[in-house]
């Protein structure tokens, strides 16, 4: 049994193994795509399952994307560890640091830097582009490994839901380290929305009583 980011750490790779699914028309894109998880020695150590939807209204665009990591190769340990997850890199003119009006908050009316490690079911990051206020939100859907999720969101832009990022996020937490038995799966659900105004306006927490029922 090895250890999934140890073992990836030396120059790991994810391998695009096949596209499972592909299908477009004007109002939606769909992605399915399988891949696996190799080690720097070349051995495979886990594989997973993706499933990306675009769409777009006259506002905002979204992103449903479902990963799930499958033990296809073995029993595996998944590591407590504060970079791992879905991850979106906010533009630098967005962030917080720069300090031209970014600011961050999350489902329970944490705001800024306050909002790290903490566990919401939604973040929203949002700034000035050009004048206008635009936003990213990355919604954790219930059904989704660890819901809600901690998040790894930092002041310089990073914007993470990382469903591993207990212990190593706060050493209050207790270490979440588990072993994925061969053959079964976890999954990771989220929506991106890529939004107009600030949070408020762009209706993120209605937009994730939505997703919660879907």
């Known amino acids: 049994k090895e250890r999934l980011d140890r073992a990836l ?4 790779r994810t391998v695009h193994r096949e596209f499972s699914k592909l299908d477009a028309n004007e109002n939606r894109a769909l992605i399915k795509t399988k891949n696996d998880y190799v080690g720097s020695s070349g051995k495979k150590l886990l594989s997973d399952e993706r499933t990306m939807i675009f769409r777009k209204t006259k ?19 998944l590591g407590d560890i504060k970079d791992a997850g879905l991850c979106v890199r906010i533009p630098t003119i967005l962030d917080l640091k720069t300090g031209k009006g970014g600011t961050i908050i999350n489902s329970e009316g944490i705001r800024d830097g306050d909002t790290w490690s903490k ?14 206020r635009v936003g990213i939100a990355i919604l954790n859907h219930p059904s989704s490994f660890n819901h809600p999720t901690p998040w790894h969101v930092r002041d310089y832009g990073l914007f993470t839901a990382n469903a591993f990022g207990f212990n190593s996020l706060d050493k ?24 107009k105004g600030d949070e408020n306006r762009a209706r993120i927490a209605q937009a994730f009583e939505r997703y919660a029922k879907q």
């Open 119 to 132: 566990r919401a079911t939604w973040v929203d990051y949002n700034g000035l582009m050009d004048g206008e």
């Open 9 to 12: 750490a030396k120059i790991g």
């Open 172 to 195: 209050s937490r207790e270490d979440i380290t588990f072993t994925l038995a061969n053959g079964t799966r976890v999954l990771l659900k989220h929506r991106i929305i890529f939004h």
């Open 59 to 77: 506002s905002q665009l979204i992103i449903d994307f479902d990963i799930s990591l499958i033990a296809s190769y073995g029993d595996i340990e």
